[in-house]
Nanobody, 127 residues
Framework: QVQLVESGGGLVQAGGSLRVSCVASGRTLSNYAMGWFRQTPGKEREIVAAISRRGGATYYPDSVKGRFTVSRDNAKNTVYLQMVSLKPDDTATYYC????????????????????WGQGTQVTVSS
């Protein structure tokens, strides 16, 4: 089993940048495809980025494409989400998640593919 802990959330003005991190423990991060999701009260949890086990493939929905960048450092057991040009609509709790997909090049795009979740970190973008 892998434990995930997010950090780096906070309050930022619209147009600003923020980087959130997710540190894994318990298992080697390279065994997992990783994803970042976000959720606001009353809404479904939605994916904002995903990355394959070795980092060679990524996925972003149109809502964040060009503004968010996911990366990983398997040696540090850490996944990052760099967010720029933030908008008030980006305000949410951000969660990282791990998927035990076997393929090293697979990018998991769906919530149902993820097995482990962090507790979330709040990102608030003020207008």
């Amino acid at each position: 089993q892998v434990q995930l802990v997010e950090s780096g959330g906070g309050l930022v003005q619209a147009g600003g940048s923020l980087r959130v991190s997710c540190v894994a423990s318990g298992r080697t991060l390279s065994n997992y495809a990783m994803g970042w999701f976000r959720q606001t009260p009353g809404k479904e949890r939605e994916i904002v980025a995903a990355i394959s086990r070795r980092g060679g493939a990524t996925y972003y929905p149109d809502s964040v494409k060009g503004r968010f960048t996911v990366s990983r450092d398997n040696a540090k057991n850490t996944v990052y989400l760099q967010m720029v040009s933030l908008k008030p609509d980006d305000t949410a709790t951000y969660y990282c998640a791990a998927s035990g997909i076997y393929s090293v090049s697979y990018v998991a795009r769906h919530r149902s593919e993820y097995d482990y979740w962090g507790q979330g970190t709040q990102v608030t973008v003020s207008s």
